[in-house]
Nanobody, 121 residues
Framework: QVQLVESGGELVQAGDSLRLSCAAS????????MGWFRQAPGKEREFVSG???????YYADSVKGRFTVSRDIDKNTVYLQMNKLKPEDTAVYYC???????????????WGQGTLVTVSS
């Protein structure tokens, strides 16, 4: 079992930066693929970024070049650094853990409760 808790979401202006954190407890998260997803009001949950313990990272085209995912193994925490935020980045952001690195929502076994990011224009 893995418990995930996201934090860092807040109201920011377009062009600002924000860093989200996902703290993991329970079974060590170093053996899991970690994904970041987001869900805007009225829309389906979508993949944002993913990382594997070996260092592989993967980004949605909509955030490539603006968002960066990283891990701190000692702190059992994964981060999502978001730069040059746009109003269309507004959503609840979730982190998830799974056995493979994929953009598919259904392939992740554990989810956090989400943290809200609001980007004003």
């Amino acid at each position: 079992q893995v418990q995930l808790v996201e934090s860092g979401g807040e109201l920011v202006q377009a062009g600002d930066s924000l860093r989200l954190s996902c703290a993991a407890s329970g079974r060590t998260f170093s053996t899991y693929a970690m994904g970041w997803f987001r869900q805007a009001p009225g829309k389906e949950r979508e993949f944002v970024s993913g990382s594997w313990s070996g260092g592989s990272t993967y980004y949605a085209d909509s955030v490539k070049g603006r968002f960066t995912v990283s891990r701190d193994i000692d702190k059992n925490t994964v981060y999502l650094q978001m730069n040059k935020l746009k109003p269309e980045d507004t959503a609840v952001y979730y982190c998830a853990a799974g056995s493979i690195l994929t953009s598919r929502v259904s392939m992740y076994d554990y989810w956090g409760q989400g943290t809200l990011v609001t980007v004003s224009s």
